[in-house]
């Protein structure tokens, strides 16, 4: 696998990447990422979108001579768009929409090679998550595990005992999707003659 730079913060991609055995550095994107406004596109070319955002951000500013890896991961029940919560009652409000539901979880993934050329793709996953009282929305909240995950959960916590059901890739709804990436970096090879 080719060596690439991870343009983003995420604890997870990172262990995704390391789990995986792909040699990457992290470099942040320069710029803060959109609002979600999901009015004039699909979920997935939302998650699209903002994943070649961040990678475009990296790769404008730095230059660098090595291939630039953008995601973006979103939830939607179909009729809203998730990001990450920014404050614990946004938090409360979007789990309260996705518990009892079978929603998607959408990570957009971007590649762009060092000399520009980008590959652009996105990944679904369906999960269905189990009602939820009122008290285990709140000591979820306390546990602070909900910051900095789409959807306001994490499927990889130890503690999140409240998805039921997972269809399709598990480390898309870490916020990688492995499978997808794999094929991608291997198109980036191939583009080399390696």
Same mark, same amino acid.
């Given at each position: 696998?080719?060596?690439?730079?991870? =343009?983003?913060?995420?604890? $997870?991609?990172?262990?995704?990447?390391?789990? #995986?055995? +792909? *040699?990457?550095?992290? &470099?942040?994107?320069?710029?803060?990422?959109?609002?979600?406004?999901?009015?004039?596109?699909?979920?997935?070319?939302?998650?699209?979108?903002?994943?070649?955002?961040?990678?475009?951000?990296?790769?404008?500013?730095?230059?660098?001579?090595?291939?630039?890896?953008?995601?973006?991961?979103?939830?939607?029940?179909?009729?809203?768009?998730?990001?990450?919560?920014?404050?614990?009652?946004?938090?409360?409000?979007?789990?309260? =929409?996705?518990?009892?539901? $079978?929603?998607?979880?959408?990570?957009?993934? #971007?590649? +762009? *090679?060092?000399?520009? &050329?980008?590959?652009?793709?996105?990944?679904?996953?369906?999960?269905?998550?189990?009602?939820?009282?009122?008290?285990?929305?709140?000591?979820?909240?306390?546990?602070?595990?909900?910051?900095?995950?789409?959807?306001?959960?994490?499927?990889?916590?130890?503690?999140?005992?409240?998805?039921?059901?997972?269809?399709?890739?598990?480390?898309?709804?870490?916020?990688?999707?492995?499978?997808?990436?794999?094929?991608?970096?291997?198109?980036?090879?191939?583009?080399?003659?390696?």
């Amino acid at each position: 696998m080719p060596c690439l730079i991870l =343009a983003s913060n995420s604890p $997870r991609r990172r262990e995704l990447l390391a789990e #995986a055995g +792909i *040699d990457f550095r992290v &470099v942040a994107p320069p710029m803060e990422e959109p609002a979600l406004s999901g009015e004039h596109l699909e979920p997935g070319q939302h998650a699209e979108a903002l994943a070649y955002f961040k990678a475009r951000g990296v790769w404008e500013r730095y230059k660098p001579n090595l291939p630039v890896l953008g995601a973006d991961t979103i939830v939607t029940d179909g009729r809203r768009l998730f990001g990450k919560p920014r404050h614990r009652e946004e938090a409360r409000e979007i789990l309260w =929409a996705l518990a009892g539901t $079978r929603h998607q979880v959408i990570t957009g993934v #971007a590649l +762009i *090679d060092v000399d520009g &050329v980008r590959l652009i793709a996105s990944d679904t996953t369906f999960v269905r998550m189990r009602a939820m009282s009122f008290r285990e929305i709140e000591s979820y909240l306390d546990s602070n595990q909900w910051q900095g995950k789409a959807g306001a959960y994490g499927i990889q916590d130890r503690d999140d005992a409240f998805v039921q059901c997972v269809q399709g890739s598990f480390s898309n709804v870490v916020g990688l999707p492995m499978e997808l990436l794999k094929g991608l970096l291997a198109q980036l090879v191939m583009r080399h003659g390696q």
